[in-house]
C-alpha cells in the first residue's frame, strides 16, 4: 500500500492563495533573493515569492509557515542597506508591494496604512491637505512605509521631528501561529501597559509580519529656508553646531559633508558646491515670519565665527543644495567599486575629536574614507570605499569597520542611527548592549517567535 505523498510548503501556500499570489519562478525567486546591501553577503534562493494582499493572506500564510517549519523573509522595496530582506536560507520572501492603500483621517490628523505604500506617494498626499508626515529617509521616493517601521526609518528632518517611532501610535501584526496582534489606539496619549507598538518599530521583521499601521501627522510647516555654511578647519564645524544649538534656534535639519563628499558631488553630478574642507546644510522651516528670522540669526552666528554663508534665494536653488545630498550615494559609487556606509551616531559633544579619528583608522588601513550625515544629531554616515576586484582591499575594509565600531561605543555611541542592524551588524549589537541586554533581546524574539521563523539569522542569534 502506498503512503499519501505529503503536500509541498508552495502547494499548500497556492490552495489557500491562489496561484497568482505565489510565484515560483527562479528568476522571480533569485531577483526578490537581493537588497541594496553593498557588500557580499550569504544568500538563499527562496522557495517562493508571496504578494499578499489583505490582512488574512498574511494570516494564511503565516498559518501554513508555522506549520510547516518554513522561515518568512518580509520585504518592502528592498532599499536597505544591511542585509534586512536578504533570504539567509530556503523559505519565503513575503512582499508587500501590493498591499498598497492607505485612508487619511483629516479631522483625527491620523491614517491607517498598509505596508506596501511608497513613502514619498503618502508625504505628498498628506501634504496636499496641509498635513506633514516628516521621516524622510534618503530613499523616501521608493522605500516603502513597511520598510521604514521594520528599520525605524530617519533622515535629515528627523532631527527637529523625531524619527518613524514618533508617529507609529499603534499597528496591527501578525505573529507566531498566524495569530493577530493589535497594539496601540489612534491617539496621541496611551501608557497603557508595556509599550508593544514601540518594540515592533525597528524589529527589522523578526517579531512578526506588519499588515498596517496607524501613523500621526503633525501640521505641515507654512514656509522653510535653507542655509550653506562653509568652513575651512574641521574643528569648526562642532563649534557652530553647539552655538546654533545654544542660540535658541532649532533647525529642521543640519547635514554635514566633509572635503571628500564635497569633491564627490561636484565630480558626479556638479551644483556648485565650492570646494572646503566641510560644509553645513542648514534648513529651518515653520511660520514665515519666524523662519526669516531663525536664518537671519543662524547666518549673523556663522558669521562672526568667519565662516562663509550662503542663503538659497528661490526654492529652485533649495532644492539643488539638497539635490547634492541626496546624491552622494551613487556618487561615491563612482570613487570605487566597493563601500561599506555605516551610520553610526555619537553625541554631539564629541563629534570634532571623533572625526579625526575615525580618518586615522582609513590612514591606517590605506583607504578613502568619506564621512557625511545628520551631524545635527550626532548620525554620521562613515564610508569606506575599497576595490571589489582586490581581495585585500576589501578584508582591510572589513578589520576597518570593527574600529570604526569599537570607537563609536567608546564615545558612548550607537552602531547604527537608522539602517538597522540587519545581517552585517549582529555581531556589534551585542558589544553594544553586553550579555544581559543581548539575552533579553533573545527572549523577546523567542516569545514572538518561538520557531525562530520570522526573519532568521537577522538582528540577534537565537
Given at each position: 500500500m502506498f503512503?499519501?505523498?505529503?503536500?509541498?510548503?508552495?502547494?499548500?501556500?497556492?490552495?489557500?492563495l491562489?496561484k497568482?499570489k505565489?510565484?515560483?519562478?527562479l528568476?522571480e525567486?533569485?531577483?526578490?533573493?537581493?537588497?541594496a546591501?553593498?557588500?557580499?553577503?550569504?544568500?538563499?534562493?527562496?522557495?517562493?515569492?508571496?504578494?499578499p494582499?489583505?490582512?488574512?493572506?498574511?494570516?494564511k500564510?503565516v498559518?501554513?509557515?508555522?506549520?510547516?517549519n518554513?522561515?518568512?523573509f518580509p520585504?518592502?522595496a528592498?532599499?536597505?542597506?544591511t542585509?534586512?530582506a536578504?533570504?539567509t536560507?530556503?523559505?519565503?520572501?513575503?512582499?508587500f508591494?501590493?498591499m498598497?492603500?492607505f485612508?487619511?483621517?483629516?479631522d483625527?490628523?491620523?491614517a491607517?496604512?498598509?505596508?506596501?505604500?511608497i513613502?514619498?506617494?503618502?508625504?505628498?498626499?498628506v501634504?496636499?491637505?496641509?498635513l506633514f508626515?516628516?521621516p524622510?529617509?534618503?530613499?523616501f521616493k521608493?522605500?516603502?512605509?513597511?520598510g521604514?517601521i521594520?528599520?525605524?526609518?530617519?533622515?535629515?528632518?528627523?532631527l527637529?521631528?523625531?524619527?518613524?517611532?514618533e508617529?507609529v501610535?499603534g499597528?496591527?501584526a501578525?505573529?507566531?501561529?498566524?495569530q493577530?496582534l493589535?497594539?496601540?489606539?489612534?491617539?496621541?496619549?496611551?501608557v497603557?501597559?508595556?509599550?508593544?507598538?514601540k518594540l515592533?518599530?525597528?524589529?527589522?521583521?523578526t517579531l512578526?509580519?506588519?499588515?498596517s499601521?496607524?501613523l500621526?501627522?503633525i501640521p505641515?510647516?507654512k514656509?522653510r529656508?535653507t542655509?550653506l555654511?562653509?568652513?575651512?578647519r574641521?574643528?569648526d564645524v562642532?563649534?557652530?553646531v553647539?552655538?546654533?544649538?545654544?542660540?535658541?534656534v532649532?533647525?529642521?535639519?543640519?547635514?554635514?559633508?566633509?572635503?571628500?563628499?564635497?569633491?564627490?558631488?561636484e565630480?558626479?553630478?556638479?551644483?556648485?558646491l565650492p570646494?572646503a574642507?566641510?560644509?553645513l546644510?542648514?534648513?529651518?522651516?515653520?511660520?514665515?515670519?519666524?523662519v526669516?528670522?531663525?536664518i537671519?540669526e543662524?547666518?549673523?552666528?556663522?558669521?562672526?565665527?568667519?565662516?562663509?554663508v550662503?542663503v538659497?534665494?528661490s526654492?529652485?536653488e533649495?532644492?539643488k543644495l539638497?539635490?547634492?545630498?541626496?546624491?552622494?550615494g551613487?556618487?561615491?559609487?563612482?570613487?570605487?567599486?566597493?563601500?561599506?556606509?555605516?551610520d553610526?551616531?555619537i553625541?554631539?559633544?564629541?563629534?570634532?575629536?571623533?572625526?579625526?579619528?575615525?580618518?586615522k583608522?582609513?590612514?591606517?588601513?590605506?583607504?578613502?574614507?568619506?564621512?557625511f550625515?545628520h551631524i545635527?544629531d550626532?548620525?554620521?554616515h562613515?564610508n569606506?570605499?575599497?576595490?571589489k576586484?582586490?581581495?585585500?582591499?576589501?578584508?582591510r575594509a572589513?578589520r576597518?569597520?570593527?574600529?570604526?565600531?569599537?570607537l563609536?561605543?567608546?564615545?558612548?555611541?550607537?552602531?547604527?542611527g537608522?539602517?538597522?542592524?540587519?545581517?552585517?551588524?549582529?555581531?556589534?549589537?551585542?558589544?553594544q548592549?553586553?550579555?544581559?541586554?543581548?539575552?533579553?533581546?533573545?527572549g523577546i524574539?523567542?516569545l514572538?517567535?518561538?520557531?525562530?521563523?520570522?526573519?532568521?539569522?537577522?538582528?540577534?542569534e537565537?
Amino acid at each position: 500500500m502506498f503512503g499519501i505523498l505529503k503536500k509541498k510548503p508552495t502547494d499548500r501556500l497556492i490552495e489557500v492563495l491562489g496561484k497568482g499570489k505565489v510565484n515560483t519562478s527562479l528568476v522571480e525567486r533569485k531577483l526578490y533573493s537581493y537588497d541594496a546591501t553593498p557588500i557580499p553577503i550569504e544568500r538563499a534562493v527562496p522557495l517562493a515569492v508571496v504578494f499578499p494582499e489583505s490582512h488574512e493572506d498574511v494570516v494564511k500564510l503565516v498559518k501554513v509557515c508555522y506549520e510547516e517549519n518554513v522561515p518568512i523573509f518580509p520585504r518592502g522595496a528592498g532599499s536597505g542597506l544591511t542585509g534586512g530582506a536578504v533570504p539567509t536560507k530556503e523559505g519565503l520572501v513575503v512582499s508587500f508591494e501590493r498591499m498598497n492603500k492607505f485612508e487619511v483621517n483629516l479631522d483625527n490628523a491620523t491614517a491607517e496604512v498598509q505596508p506596501g505604500v511608497i513613502t514619498s506617494q503618502f508625504q505628498n498626499y498628506v501634504e496636499s491637505l496641509g498635513l506633514f508626515y516628516p521621516p524622510d529617509p534618503s530613499s523616501f521616493k521608493y522605500s516603502t512605509i513597511g520598510g521604514n517601521i521594520a528599520e525605524n526609518a530617519g533622515g535629515p528632518r528627523c532631527l527637529k521631528y523625531g524619527v518613524t517611532r514618533e508617529y507609529v501610535l499603534g499597528l496591527t501584526a501578525v505573529i507566531k501561529e498566524g495569530q493577530t496582534l493589535k497594539t496601540g489606539n489612534p491617539v496621541i496619549k496611551d501608557v497603557a501597559g508595556y509599550d508593544i507598538t514601540k518594540l515592533f518599530v525597528g524589529s527589522e521583521g523578526t517579531l512578526g509580519l506588519i499588515t498596517s499601521a496607524t501613523l500621526k501627522l503633525i501640521p505641515k510647516p507654512k514656509a522653510r529656508a535653507t542655509l550653506l555654511a562653509l568652513f575651512n578647519r574641521l574643528e569648526d564645524v562642532g563649534k557652530a553646531v553647539t552655538k546654533i544649538f545654544t542660540s535658541g534656534v532649532f533647525p529642521s535639519a543640519l547635514e554635514f559633508m566633509d572635503s571628500e563628499a564635497i569633491k564627490a558631488v561636484e565630480d558626479y553630478k556638479p551644483v556648485g558646491l565650492p570646494r572646503a574642507e566641510a560644509l553645513l546644510l542648514i534648513e529651518v522651516d515653520g511660520p514665515p515670519k519666524s523662519v526669516l528670522e531663525d536664518i537671519k540669526e543662524i547666518e549673523e552666528l556663522l558669521k562672526s565665527m568667519g565662516v562663509e554663508v550662503k542663503v538659497a534665494s528661490s526654492k529652485e536653488e533649495e532644492e539643488k543644495l539638497w539635490s547634492a545630498r541626496k546624491s552622494l550615494g551613487p556618487a561615491l559609487g563612482n570613487l570605487r567599486s566597493g563601500k561599506i556606509n555605516e551610520d553610526i551616531v555619537i553625541p554631539r559633544i564629541y563629534l570634532s575629536e571623533a572625526i579625526p579619528e575615525f580618518r586615522k583608522i582609513a590612514k591606517k588601513y590605506n583607504l578613502p574614507m568619506v564621512i557625511f550625515g545628520h551631524i545635527g544629531d550626532g548620525n554620521l554616515h562613515v564610508n569606506l570605499l575599497y576595490d571589489k576586484a582586490k581581495k585585500q582591499e576589501e578584508e582591510r575594509a572589513e578589520r576597518a569597520v570593527d574600529e570604526v565600531f569599537e570607537l563609536t561605543l567608546r564615545y558612548a555611541g550607537s552602531i547604527t542611527g537608522e539602517h538597522g542592524v540587519g545581517l552585517t551588524k549582529k555581531k556589534f549589537l551585542r558589544w553594544q548592549f553586553g550579555e544581559v541586554g543581548y539575552e533579553l533581546l533573545k527572549g523577546i524574539k523567542l516569545l514572538f517567535d518561538p520557531k525562530n521563523l520570522f526573519n532568521p539569522g537577522k538582528v540577534i542569534e537565537v
